[in-house]
């Protein structure tokens, strides 16, 4: 086998290994969600959760083997955050859709889908300038309250009234918190892009 053709078998096992494959799943579980969720009977909303869950939970264990095994690519670097990103927007544009978010609820969605677009944004940037934007600790912990929210709020009436109650808060502290991190990432941003100012003012 010629050297070029070794180089290509190599790039599609990494573009096929297992966090590649595990992040793809995230974004063959959103149709999943979105269908069982519209059918709107009792086991079809937990399905929904359930499919959700899952699939937020793959978010770790791509990661994790991708860590362990030494099989971090371009591509899945490139992929993971979108995958992410259109696994929530999905729920959260569905949520708002059928009434599940609505009134001054639909702000918390608003404000969480604006800074992952205000993040993309800043990454894109930064990726220019060869400066990485590492996710912070405080990021994690809103990803973390903001799926245990939208999972909550996917069961509906499905559950009890408390459950979607508590959803509805956790949303709002996900929303916080997406405030606070948003900010941190603008003002890295902001700091980068000012080094562009006449004589390199800060």
């Not at 690519?73 to 259109?86: E, V």
């Not at 973390?144 to 502290?173: C, H, N």
């Amino acid at each position: 086998m010629t050297t070029s053709g070794v180089a290509a078998k190599v790039g599609i096992e990494m573009l096929f290994n297992l966090p590649n494959m595990l992040t793809l799943s995230r974004i063959v579980a959103i149709p999943l969600v979105v269908a069982c969720f519209w059918l709107d009977r009792g086991w079809a909303q937990w399905l929904s959760m359930i499919l959700f869950v899952t699939a937020a939970v793959t978010d770790w264990f791509d990661g994790y083997f991708a860590r362990r095994y030494h099989q971090i690519s371009r591509f899945g670097r490139f992929l993971d955050p979108i995958a992410d990103k259109l696994l929530v927007a999905a729920a959260l544009v569905m949520l708002v859709n059928t009434g599940v978010l609505s009134g001054l609820n639909v702000l918390a969605a608003l404000i969480i889908l604006a800074r992952e677009i205000l993040v993309s944004g800043l990454r894109e940037f930064l990726a220019e300038l060869r400066v990485g934007l590492p996710v912070s600790a405080l990021a994690k912990w809103k990803t973390a309250v903001q799926m245990v929210a939208i999972a909550a709020l996917l069961v509906g009436d499905a559950a009890a009234t408390w459950v979607t109650q508590i959803g509805i808060v956790l949303i709002w502290i996900a929303a916080a918190l997406t405030l606070i991190t948003g900010y941190d990432y603008l003002r890295t941003g902001l700091r980068h892009m000012a080094e562009d100012a006449p004589g390199g003012q800060k």
